[in-house]
């Protein structure tokens, strides 16, 4: 019987060019994403000088930010960074849809990997745990799928 033909991306961001979108939008739960996903790239190799960080208004924006990203040619991947925290209006379900919506419009369109670290919670309590405390770090989960899924990507 042949072999099995298998393709894993090793987690190793040495020479990777990335560029982060992270919202001003619920800053306090978003800077610390920002630092997780940057310590996350640190510890696997990135270098500092080919990571650049773009600040969008909310996640309303992330979209066409990406897309301006993804359209340059100068990244091999993108991080999408926010928080969507629901309030008292159904604002929250059109502007986390949205968003959701245009990221994954992005990256299918133009083939750059995005990795998806947008928080979409009920409470702040929820975005709290997720942001560097009892939930871990979405930062850093979207920074390891998004070294990950480049290096799958060069392979095929
Ligand atoms: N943007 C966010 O990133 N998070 C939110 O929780 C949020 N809420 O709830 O309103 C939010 N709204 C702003 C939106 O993303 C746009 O920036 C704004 O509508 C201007 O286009």
Redesign the pocket.
Same mark, same amino acid.
Request: proline content about 5%.
């Given at each position: 019987m042949k072999e099995i033909q298998s393709i894993e991306g090793m987690l190793n961001a040495q020479n990777l060019r990335i560029a982060i979108a992270a919202?001003r &939008?619920?800053d306090f739960i978003v800077k610390n994403l920002i630092s997780g996903a940057l310590d996350c790239l640190n510890r696997h190799g990135a270098n500092p000088e080919a990571i650049t960080i773009v600040r969008?208004?909310?996640? &309303?924006?992330?979209p066409l930010i990406c897309q301006k990203l993804a359209t340059s040619k100068r990244y091999d991947g993108i991080l999408a960074l926010?928080?969507?925290?629901?309030?008292a209006t159904p604002? &929250?379900e059109y502007?986390?849809a949205e968003?959701a919506k245009g990221i994954a419009q992005v990256t299918l369109t133009y083939g750059v990997p995005i990795g998806f670290g947008l928080l979409t919670c009920d409470m702040i309590d929820q975005a709290i745990e997720r942001a560097g405390s009892k939930a871990g770090n979405k930062g850093v989960d979207a920074a390891l799928a998004l070294i990950e899924t480049i290096r799958v990507l060069e392979q095929i």
């Open positions: 919202t &939008f619920n969008v208004p909310g996640a &309303f924006e992330l926010g928080a969507v925290i629901r309030g604002h &929250f502007v986390s968003a």
